[in-house]
């Protein structure tokens, strides 16, 4: 019982903690695409990570991240280099 605790507390952080990850790339990507003459905000930068921690952690959205998730590993497998270079696998949602 105490293993399987351990274990959903364990996936829960680490599929939240992959959600800070996806949003800090989501800001980065934004950024230097659509926003190169303004500063970089770090204050922005950690707002966008929690937004992520957000979504990943919500349950009702669950399948949007999931489904985001998928398409991100199809497109590293597959190699697909113009799809990496697009807003679509680099926003959060």
């Not at 934004?30 to 957000?54: S, V």
């Not at 952690?57 to 280099?81: T, W």
């Amino acid at each position: 019982m105490k293993i399987r605790y351990l274990l959903a507390i364990t996936s829960y952080t680490s599929w939240s903690g992959l959600g800070f990850i996806r949003g800090i790339n989501s800001y980065n990507y934004n950024h230097n695409k659509y926003r190169k003459e303004e500063d970089f905000i770090y204050l922005n930068l950690i707002i966008n990570g929690i937004f992520g921690i957000i979504i990943y952690a919500n349950p009702l959205l669950l399948p949007f991240s999931i489904y985001k998730e998928i398409y991100k590993l199809e497109v590293d497998l597959r190699k697909l280099e113009n799809e990496k270079n697009s807003r679509f696998y680099n926003d959060l949602i």
